[in-house]
């Protein structure tokens, strides 16, 4: 059935200015009426005052079932990060129930499906029964606050379903990019000890059916844990169920559709989502209850200007990863707003596919990645143009840095010229955007490829590597890292508390580092340069090295790898392995060596992973202690030979010249 009530809804609001959303809190204490650059100042010059902030934003944004006693207990340099203390609340009734009064019968979810023109509209009301069915099933599976369970499902209503289902009960969950192999989701299941794993039979995406259910049942094999698999209808394809699996949809509809919310503490976590690090396995990081959605729900108002009641939030992120968590479910929702749930490919059935669902669907905001923008960008405009994108206000962008090519296309041909773009800069760690050119005064300017301005009561930091001080001058360039904590930011790595400490606040003690380096204009604002660690940006998503190089040389022929990103013109960074073969492998066998290496990579990670660029070698750059010099592998990736700089120092410096040979033939 096809419904849009949001239509009546919208025809009878006025349409408001651009503005007084974005610069001004109203109701705030003494924050009301600042704008943008008086609050930051505010908040800057004195920590009670920020304190202040977040208690009162804390209050505003969220219904509590018991009122917090202490805002923030924060101590950076030993990686202590509480927020909202002595507060109890429950994440899908902030997110449903508390909208029911006066949203009942608008529109929560569109799903916009694979197929253009088949767009489903779920109202909070039928979001509230569908939630509350499937936490009753899973209540009765023996699931109880504490426990974890993990979600592989395409994007669409019953990943959200399920997310805010096992919100209702305090289960948290772990939702894996329905793209990962089935060892890596193996792991995963592992790692986080998920009694109940969600799935469902197959994807569709961009005309093609995936096996999920089979994926799910390849790893399980290796995860004694698991003692129960529900499996979601997508296409109702007949695939084998076994003792443990369970349809969900047939056994929900048997449920209560009343289910409590369960109150829980304010720094329960609400999730856990694996990231890759530069070192070792991903990261399991883990999300809060209260500060996340009070972070995400109130950057999802100020950073895109969102307004519930009228406008439809359009991000294109895949549920899978952070931006799909905090601005396709819980930004949105929280905020009582209508949110589009994209199941599809930027260029199926065509390359217009974005702006036709736009126009279609009425989309008010866009958010999307520069990859996407970079491949489009290829075609005719007309694919943009012979759309009606008039409603469209806000044009979003995450990922990666959004390059000026890419700034300029995405103005000019889908926002006419005029409309904003906020190039967001956040990760899965910060939990929502940090650093957006709004909220910012009224007129002040947006600047093309860069995120420019931090968001309130955040303080980025540039720090030189070298001196481990901070850079203060303006123009600067340095590592990012942020000074002030937020209620948004991860509270650890799931069972590594350890390695969170290391990898974020060790390096500058204090601080926390986020990984990436950032200039800053001589107007203070900021620009993205890229990680400097070893972690790649493919196509938005996050690689280590490390995972690459393990699967790799798990291979019985290979005795070593170095993997490295190299700029990619479409997908940003592709990956590039150097792979040196043990003694004796024949020369006949390195076409069904790079067949079975690639293979390898796409079955250990999955197919984003695998190297665009693999060369057998003989050598690496190795200092003489041993240690890999990346720096000069990524030159040569690069064909940057100019800036290899010295390289005295190795142990046999002729690789290098034998490598920039190979590295030609090569291309
Ligand atoms: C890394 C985080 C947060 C959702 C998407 C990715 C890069 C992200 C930008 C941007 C330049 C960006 C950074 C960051 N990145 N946004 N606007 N400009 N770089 O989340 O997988 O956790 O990756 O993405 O390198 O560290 P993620």
């Known amino acids: 059935?096809?419904?849009?009530?949001?239509?009546?809804?919208?025809?009878?609001?006025?349409?408001?200015?651009?503005?007084?959303?974005?610069?001004?809190?109203?109701?705030?204490?003494?924050?009301?009426?600042?704008?943008?650059?008086?609050?930051?100042?505010?908040?800057?010059?004195?920590?009670?005052?920020?304190?202040?902030?977040?208690?009162?934003?804390?209050?505003?944004?969220?219904?509590?079932?018991?009122?917090?006693?202490?805002?923030?207990?924060?101590?950076?340099?030993?990686?202590?990060?509480?927020?909202?203390?002595?507060?109890?609340?429950?994440?899908?009734?902030?997110?449903?129930?508390?909208?029911?009064?006066?949203?009942?019968?608008?529109?929560?979810?569109?799903?916009?499906?694979?197929?253009?023109?088949?767009?489903?509209?779920?109202?909070?009301?039928?979001?509230?029964?569908?939630?509350?069915?499937?936490?009753?099933?899973?209540?009765?599976?023996?699931?109880?606050?504490?426990?974890?369970?993990?979600?592989?499902?395409?994007?669409?209503?019953?990943?959200?379903?399920?997310?805010?289902?096992?919100?209702?009960i305090g289960v948290a969950h772990s939702v894996v990019f329905a793209g990962f192999s089935a060892e890596a989701l193996a792991a995963r299941i592992q790692d986080v000890g998920a009694k109940v794993v969600i799935t469902t039979d197959q994807a569709i995406r961009g005309g093609k059916t995936v096996e999920l259910k089979r994926t799910v049942d390849a790893a399980v094999k290796s995860c004694p844990m698991v003692e129960r698999v529900f499996v979601s209808t997508r296409t109702g394809a007949s695939v084998p169920m076994g003792s443990i699996d369970v349809p969900l949809e047939k056994n929900a509809a048997a449920c209560s559709a009343d289910c409590a919310a369960e109150p829980m503490d304010s720094e329960q976590p609400l999730f856990v989502l694996y990231t890759s690090g530069s070192t070792g396995k991903p990261k399991g990081l883990v999300h809060s209850t209260a500060g996340y959605l009070v972070y995400t729900s109130l950057t999802h108002q100020h950073v895109f200007d969102y307004r519930p009641g009228q406008d439809i939030f359009g991000c294109v992120a895949d549920v899978g990863w952070i931006t799909g968590h905090s601005y396709v479910v819980y930004g949105p929702l929280a905020n009582g707003g209508t949110t589009l749930l994209f199941e599809s490919t930027p260029a199926y059935p065509d390359v217009g596919r974005y702006w036709e669902t736009a126009e279609r669907l009425g989309l008010t905001h866009i958010y999307l990645s520069p990859t996407s923008l970079r491949m489009l960008l290829r075609y005719s405009t007309d694919f943009v143009t012979k759309y009606d994108l008039s409603r469209l206000r806000v044009l979003g962008c995450v990922g990666e840095p959004l390059n000026h090519e890419a700034w300029e296309w995405y103005h000019r041909w889908v926002g006419g010229g005029h409309r904003d773009i906020a190039d967001t800069w956040w990760q899965t760690e910060t939990g929502g955007v940090c650093i957006a050119p709004r909220p910012s005064a009224e007129g002040a300017p947006i600047l093309p490829a860069m995120p420019m301005r931090p968001f309130y009561g955040l303080e980025p930091v540039l720090m030189d590597?070298?001196?481990?001080?901070?850079?203060?001058?303006?123009?600067?360039?340095?590592?990012?890292?942020?000074?002030?904590?937020?209620?948004?930011?991860?509270?650890?790595?799931?069972?590594?508390?350890?390695?969170?400490?290391?990898?974020?606040?060790?390096?500058?003690?204090?601080?926390?580092?986020?990984?990436?380096?950032?200039?800053?204009?001589?107007?203070?604002?900021?620009?993205?340069?890229?990680?400097?660690?070893?972690?790649?940006?493919?196509?938005?998503?996050?690689?280590?090295?490390?995972?690459?190089?393990?699967?790799?040389?798990?291979?019985?022929?290979?005795?070593?790898?170095?993997?490295?990103?190299?700029?990619?013109?479409?997908?940003?960074?592709?990956?590039?392995?150097?792979?040196?073969?043990?003694?004796?492998?024949?020369?006949?066998?390195?076409?069904?060596?790079?067949?079975?290496?690639?293979?390898?990579?796409?079955?250990?990670?999955?197919?984003?992973?695998?190297?665009?660029?693999?060369?057998?070698?003989?050598?690496?750059?190795?200092?003489?202690?041993?240690?890999?010099?990346?720096?000069?592998?990524?030159?040569?990736?690069?064909?940057?030979?100019?800036?290899?700089?010295?390289?005295?120092?190795?142990?046999?410096?002729?690789v290098v010249e034998a490598l920039k040979q190979h590295h030609d033939l090569y291309q």
């Open 1 to 168: 059935m096809l419904r849009c009530p949001l239509q009546l809804v919208r025809l009878r609001l006025p349409v408001r200015q651009l503005s007084d959303l974005t610069t001004k809190f109203t109701g705030l204490g003494s924050f009301s009426n600042l704008n943008y650059d008086q609050l930051q100042s505010s908040l800057r010059t004195d920590s009670s005052q920020c304190e202040q902030f977040w208690k009162l934003i804390g209050e505003q944004q969220l219904n509590w079932m018991q009122p917090f006693h202490t805002v923030s207990d924060c101590d950076l340099k030993s990686a202590k990060i509480a927020w909202y203390l002595g507060g109890k609340l429950n994440a899908s009734a902030n997110c449903i129930d508390r909208h029911l009064a006066t949203r009942a019968d608008q529109t929560a979810l569109i799903w916009e499906q694979d197929e253009p023109g088949n767009q489903v509209y779920i109202t909070y009301k039928q979001l509230h029964a569908e939630v509350c069915r499937i936490a009753s099933l899973l209540l009765q599976s023996g699931l109880q606050a504490g426990d974890t369970a993990v979600l592989y499902m395409p994007t669409g209503p019953p990943v959200v379903y399920c997310m805010l289902a096992c919100a209702r």
């Open 465 to 654: 590597p070298a001196t481990g001080a901070e850079v203060t001058e303006s123009p600067a360039e340095g590592h990012l890292c942020m000074r002030r904590p937020w209620p948004g930011m991860a509270r650890s790595i799931w069972g590594d508390h350890k390695r969170f400490a290391e990898t974020y606040y060790s390096q500058f003690p204090g601080l926390y580092f986020t990984g990436d380096g950032a200039s800053r204009d001589a107007q203070g604002f900021l620009h993205i340069t890229g990680r400097v660690d070893d972690v790649i940006n493919v196509t938005g998503h996050r690689l280590g090295t490390a995972e690459i190089e393990d699967a790799l040389d798990s291979h019985p022929a290979v005795s070593e790898t170095a993997v490295i990103g190299y700029p990619h013109k479409l997908k940003g960074e592709a990956v590039y392995a150097f792979v040196i073969l043990k003694d004796g492998v024949s020369i006949d066998r390195l076409g069904d060596l790079r067949r079975e290496l690639k293979r390898r990579v796409r079955d250990r990670i999955a197919a984003y992973a695998v190297p665009e660029k693999l060369l057998f070698t003989d050598g690496l750059p190795k200092t003489r202690s041993g240690k890999i010099m990346r720096r000069i592998l990524k030159r040569i990736a690069a064909e940057d030979y100019d800036s290899i700089g010295d390289i005295s120092t190795l142990a046999d410096p002729s």
